[in-house]
């Protein structure tokens, strides 16, 4: 017993050793201004192979279905053979990104700005993307995809996040977000709501409305007090949750099922429901506006196949293409020439696409930081606190 | 032996754990024919449509492929360094040994998202390894090493050293012992530890997410990514209805030729 | 049945024995402890807030969140509870059934019965895992047939859980119980002991190692489980998410580090406790 004590010990003194040792006093770095990178000058010959890192439905090979695929015809044109690395969650990419072993990611908002200023990403030379001129003008420039003019990457396209029920149990056609918040408990245990802390900046939205006196004026720039107060009506609407959604099969079972009845959504989902024709959902904008993604095409800084990666944001974003995987994934397409060539006529009427009053409803997922990403000033509350506020609401 | 009353009691719970333990896996081989995408109850109708999408799959089978290979690499690796281990421990005194033991066991035993977030950190801070199959190998082998170990150790104990002693007084080399009297009493451990050790590789996935590369996906992985994709759920059904029941058969052949049942160990 | 005689090493067992155990402890140590040891060093640095990037400045703040955070702990002690009633559940099932298969069961019969309970294993855990979900939800089997489904939450996640690792606490159980002899039970009745005497006071002390072998992988896996949790379990956190959460979603993985500690610390004490009973020969 003793000498194991002593041994506890000594491995614990070598441990406490090794600590020390390893670290340093290196300075945290800033966030102030994104490292100086260059974007690439001219186009060149494709490398052969390109790895990108994708949410599910973008970058579709005909691996999981043989009608549904535009990256065959992609590596034929351009002899740059693709790897897809589903990315689960805006973390999940960034996370995948950092290790320097893609050359691309199709990021929304809330991971963009994290990509930039961490230099994991390049600034993008848009003369070199042919079919970005006539990307729908207000995706361009945006504060999650572009700092002090330079682009970082290429629009794909475009959601924003609905509220959605059951018509059969949900019977007064609700028009605000207050239905899932101060009015959930109509429906308690039967409320859904996305799982993620970025869904934080639904509550503010909403409390940007109702209460005005907090002075939120956009909802990924919050103070300390603005965050509580957000955190303090999440933490009520926990009361009422069924579950938390983030994959679509879950959500769409759970409201074929008639585990949840109302919350919030995707088009996507939606529209899987109404195909199954079990149930019956609505889908709706509220009154007090929705937040939403834009997702981006990005190259790494570190990328070995920038040439092939370049190849691939034009052929994504090229009319025929984009109006694909904007019908196969359901979301606006940032191609304005798309809707001539989707399958169902009025495809971007139905997701708004050229509409850009609808989309200036929409409050883009977009990184907070401690400098308020809409200029507003520098005592905001960044990212990691909101994920430990997300956990504490959890409980 | 048992009274009759205990012997029936242990025999209906036996019947009800039973049920419990299958009726799950019913319901997934009822999905894997369900017209429904969404796994709703009840079914909405018959369907082989599932069963065709799966065949002609380039993914599952590629990931089928890599879970293959990983499986084999690990066991390999579990089966030469487990046995090497249980040898040691069971027929020799030293030092240690306990120590010994504890560390094999170790593995298995830390939750996965600790041994993955572990081997990750080292394989891409401390050592700058780019990630790949030989990683996700080496993380597998690590706790399939146990399996072997805990079977092979066993079954040693059990066989006790008079034959091999036997052996030795009529002039036997140790390795000569080796191959004609101790191998082949121990061949069932190893076939059953083997098997097993490839079971819980093919199945795992948190250690396997955090040291997967780019281009490598296991079927776990491709599993859990495409159940977050919009038409691909029911697909999963059909791949796992179909794994379960081919898994019978080396069950089935571990349990035979791995002699005593009694000596299965995880 | 001997036990290996203690032999003395001459240098040819030395040698031997080297040959032996060197490679494995290598590996083992260089690959596993090692990696252990690089986790346990992050725990003690930090990150850059914005980018996530790992900074190796020393600090202690990590683990004192850790001790101090009232969420970590609410979430340690929901887990552990967690745990322990999977634990619990795991034995009540498991231990009749390997008593039948054991003693009870005809040879051929134990044969069909360590296969079917050796194949669910097999069956990927993540559509196990949806497989529940499907059972539990309010339009599913059991709903449909007795009217009553208790839904998603913690009750979910313990049936869940409880399903999910059953296997591996009956294997060593029926492996106990197989290493009674018969002859045993038959003298414990034959001197007047009633069935539930025998098991108790003489079945059950021999058995309890096989049960702890088995309590050690229920325990260890509900501990750090974070996707079956997703799955059934509504709006319940448990340990692995949090720690998942703090990796990926927070991408900070010096905290992760440090909160990885707690399951890695419970798990060691709790081998280190059982080691005495025996129960690691089983494992």
């Not at chain 1, 883009?364 to 504490?392: F, L, M």
């Amino acid at each position: 017993m003793k000498s194991t004590v002593l041994r506890l010990g000594f491995t614990l003194a070598a441990c406490a050793a090794l600590v020390v040792a390893c670290s340093s006093s290196q300075n945290g770095g800033g966030g102030e201004a994104p490292p100086k990178l260059e974007p690439l000058g001219a186009l060149g010959n494709g490398e052969g192979e390109l790895n990108l890192i994708a949410w599910a439905g973008y970058a579709e090979n005909g691996s999981n279905d043989p009608t549904i695929d535009w990256v065959t015809p992609f590596e034929k044109e351009s002899g740059c053979k693709v790897n897809v690395k589903v990315g689960n969650t805006s973390d999940e990419m960034v996370q995948l990104m950092r290790t320097g072993q893609y050359d691309g990611v199709s990021a929304s908002g809330d991971a963009s700005l994290r990509l930039i200023y961490a230099g994991d990403v390049s600034p993008v030379n848009t003369s070199l993307v042919p079919n970005y001129s006539t990307i729908t003008p207000f995706l361009k420039d945006r504060p999650w995809n572009s700092v002090d003019g330079q682009m970082y990457g290429i629009p794909h396209g475009w959601g924003a996040n609905l509220l959605m029920y059951n018509i059969a149990d949900v019977t007064d056609a609700p028009d605000s977000w207050g239905a899932v918040f101060t009015d959930a408990g109509k429906y308690k245990g039967k409320v859904t709501a996305y799982d993620s802390p970025i869904y934080i900046a639904d509550a503010a939205l909403y409390l940007s409305k109702t209460k005005p006196e907090l002075g939120i004026k956009d909802p990924y720039s919050l103070t300390s007090e603005q965050l509580d107060a957000a955190v303090e009506l999440l933490k009520a609407q926990k009361e009422n949750i069924g579950e938390y959604w983030s994959d679509y099969t879950k959500a769409v079972q759970a409201f074929e099922s008639g585990t949840s009845v109302i919350g919030t959504t995707w088009q996507v989902i939606a529209n899987l429901i109404g195909t199954d024709n079990k149930v019956q959902v609505n889908t709706v904008l509220p009154k007090e506006g929705a937040t939403g993604w834009s997702d981006t095409w990005m190259v790494s800084s570190k990328a070995a196949h920038p040439n092939c990666m370049y190849k691939w944001m034009d052929w994504i974003t090229s009319p025929e293409i984009n109006a694909q995987v904007a019908e196969y994934f359901g979301e606006a397409p940032a191609q304005s020439k798309a809707c001539d060539h989707t399958t169902e006529k009025d495809f971007c009427e139905i997701y708004h696409a050229t509409d850009e009053k609808f989309a200036a409803q929409i409050h883009y997922w977009t990184t907070p930081q401690k400098q308020c990403v809409d200029g507003s000033g520098d005592n905001c509350t960044a990212y990691d606190e909101w994920v430990d506020k997300w956990q504490q609401i959890k409980g | 032996m048992l009274s009759a009353g205990a012997r029936r009691t242990v025999k209906a719970w036996t019947v009800m754990v039973l049920v419990f333990l299958y009726a799950p896996l019913l319901l997934v081989v009822i999905n894997a024919f369900n017209t429904s995408r969404t796994f709703a109850f009840p079914p909405s109708g018959f369907t082989l449509h599932w069963w065709s999408d799966a065949w002609n799959s380039t993914g599952m089978w590629t990931s089928l492929g890599n879970s293959v290979v990983v499986g084999l690499g690990a066991t390999a690796l579990a089966l030469v360094l487990g046995t090497m281990a249980a040898f040691a421990v069971q027929r020799y005194e030293f030092f240690g040994r306990n120590t010994v033991s504890f560390l094999v066991v170790l593995p298995i035993t830390l939750p996965g998202i600790v041994t993955g977030i572990a081997l990750n950190a080292t394989f891409t801070s401390a050592l700058g390894i780019t990630l790949g199959l030989a990683t996700v190998i080496v993380g597998h082998a690590t706790f399939c090493i146990v399996i072997v170990f805990n079977n092979t150790q066993a079954r040693l104990r059990r066989l006790g050293t008079n034959l091999e002693d036997a052996s030795a007084d009529l002039g036997a080399t140790s390795w000569q012992t080796f191959r004609y009297v101790t191998f082949p009493m121990m061949r069932g451990a190893l076939v059953a530890g083997a098997i097993l050790a490839f079971a819980l590789s093919f199945d795992e996935i948190v250690v396997t997410t955090f040291t997967a590369g780019p281009a490598v996906q296991t079927l776990p992985i491709w599993i859990f990514g495409n159940l977050f994709r919009p038409n691909q759920a029911p697909v999963i059904n059909v791949v796992a209805a179909a794994l379960t029941v081919v898994a019978i058969i080396p069950v089935w052949l571990a349990q035979r030729f791995g002699g005593d049942p009694a000596t299965t160990r995880i | 049945m001997t036990l290996a005689a203690p032999t003395s090493l001459t240098v040819r067992r030395r040698a031997a024995l080297a040959f032996l155990l060197v490679p494995p402890m290598a590996w083992l140590v260089v690959a596993y402890l090692g990696s252990l040891a690089v986790l346990l060093v992050s725990a003690f640095w930090t990150r850059n807030s914005f980018t996530g990037a790992v900074v190796r400045t020393f600090t202690g703040d990590n683990i004192a969140r850790v001790v101090t955070d009232e969420v970590f702990r609410a979430v340690t002690l929901r887990t552990v509870g967690v745990a322990l009633v999977v634990t619990v559940c795991c034995i009540v099932l498991a231990v009749p059934l390997g008593l039948y298969m054991a003693k009870v069961a005809s040879p051929r019969m134990r044969l069909v019965l360590v296969v079917a309970v050796t194949t669910p294993l097999w069956a990927s855990y993540l559509v196990k895992a949806y497989a529940w979900r499907m059972l539990l939800s309010p339009e599913g089997p059991l709903a449909w047939g007795t009217g009553y489904t208790p839904g998603y939450g913690l009750t979910a996640t313990v049936i869940t859980l409880t399903y999910l690792w059953l296997p591996y606490m009956i294997i060593p159980v029926f492996a106990a119980f197989e290493r009674v002899p018969d002859s045993l039970i038959d003298a414990s009745s034959d001197l007047g002991a009633s069935d539930a005497s025998t098991l108790r006071m003489v079945m059950a002390p021999l058995v309890f190692p096989g049960i702890v072998a088995g309590s050690i992988f229920t325990f260890s896996l509900s501990l750090g489980d974070y996707i079956a949790v997703q799955i059934v379990g509504g709006t319940t956190q448990l340990l692995g998410n949090v720690i998942y959460g703090q990796l990926v979603t927070a991408n900070n993985q010096p905290l992760a580090a440090a909160l990885s500690l707690i399951p890695l610390t419970a798990i060691v004490l709790y081998l280190l406790a059982m080691r005495r009973t025996g129960a690691l020969e089983n494992v």
